[in-house]
Each structure stands twice: as C-alpha cells, then as structure tokens.
C-alpha cells in the first residue's frame, strides 16, 4: 500500500499549498481520499484523471471535498469521458459541492454511494471500516486495510476512545492535529492537537505517525514536538508530495 500526500493544510490552503488530500494505491487501484481545497492539481502531477478509481470522503466541509468539483469536471468535460467514478460519502455530505454545476452537467461522471459511519465497505483491493468520530458534522474515520497492511485516517476529530480503536495496530496513523499544543476552546471536542494525537498514537500502538491538517500558522517543528511527548515511534507531517511505502 502506498500513501501519496496532495495536501496537509487544515482550513484552508496556505501559499503554494493544498488542504486534505491523499492517494491511496494498491495493486495498482488508485483511492482518492478527501479531495480538499487545491489537491486536483498536485492530483494531477502524477495520475491523469482517468486513472482514479474512487473517493472517499470523510466529511461535507469543503477543506475536505471541494475539489471534487475540478475532478469530476476533468473527466466529464473530455471527448471520451471515462465510467462514472464511485464516490463514498456520509449521507449528504456532498449536496453543496455536487451543486456548483448546472443540474446534471456531472451527472454521469459520478455514482455516488452514501453510507453511514459504522458501516464496513469494500472499495477495489480495500476493506475500509469507517467510524463515526467526533466532529461538528457527521465525520467518518476509516480504517483501510489492504494485504496484510493497515492505514487509519481521522478525518477531523477531537480525541476519543473511538480514534484509538479505529487505529489499533495500524502501521500508520494519518491524524489531523490542527494545533501543536492546545485547540482553542470551543473547538476541543472537534478538533484535535499534535500533543493528542501523540498520545492517541501510543494507545492505538501505531508504528508511523504522520500529522495532518496542520491550520496555516501552526508550526510543523513545534507539532512533531507536541507529539513526540507522548509517542516514540517515528513520526511525520503531511505535506504535498511526501510518499510512504507501508509495504
Ligand atoms: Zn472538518
């Protein structure tokens, strides 16, 4: 399994940055997991289009989803365009984005299949266990399992027991940490900070920890810090263009 960063900005994208974006890849079916804010063009650098089998989306915020727009405009706008992409979703999460086009301009570029958090789906070569976690809109944490290797992706989400057993052994944990330290009040239980996802990190017992949604201002340095505190495995932060081999 091979995971290929887009974009780690939370909120919004910084300069010359993208928000939440991954590819996911095994045995050569490609998974694309919330495409944010500005992660099509960073899409676009290494696969065509075309070449995407699927998206996942872990919630209806646009840092998470906006870019859906441009992707399915990329495959439906082209003289032959390919089959209809499937699109997971929580119920209702994509209305806002799948309405920017004039009604049914993108209709056959999509097949859209809404489920609900809690529920286990198999998506090409990927068994994906979603959870519902702890945002101010429905979020679903998924936990995609390939051969014998193991990715978990928080979405957005405060810290929960929920996030723990969602990574439990995972080879890597792909954890929004929005702040290093401390998330302001008013946001602690949907949001989450590097030193908490380091902790959650140890809990779980994961091997690779990689930081994500980092909002532009928090300091990447001082987040891989707040979470070394309390996890000792290796520990990274998203940024467009880094890759891991979990294989
Ligand atoms: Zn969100």
Redesign the pocket.
Known sequence: MLLTILGGCGAWPGAGQACSGYLVEHDGFRLLVDPGYATVPRLLERVAADQIDAVFVS?G?P??CADLNPLLRARALRDDPPAPLPVYSPPGALDAVLALDRPGMLADAYVLREFTAGDRLGIGPFDAWTRLLP???P?AGVRLTAGDRVLAYT??SGPSPDVVELARGAHLLLHEATYADRVPEGSQRHLSSAREAGRQAKEAGVRHLVLTHLQPGTDAVAAQAAAGAGYDGEIGVAVSGLAVDLS
């Open positions: 919630h915020h840092d998470h945002h101010s809109v979020n979405g957005d």
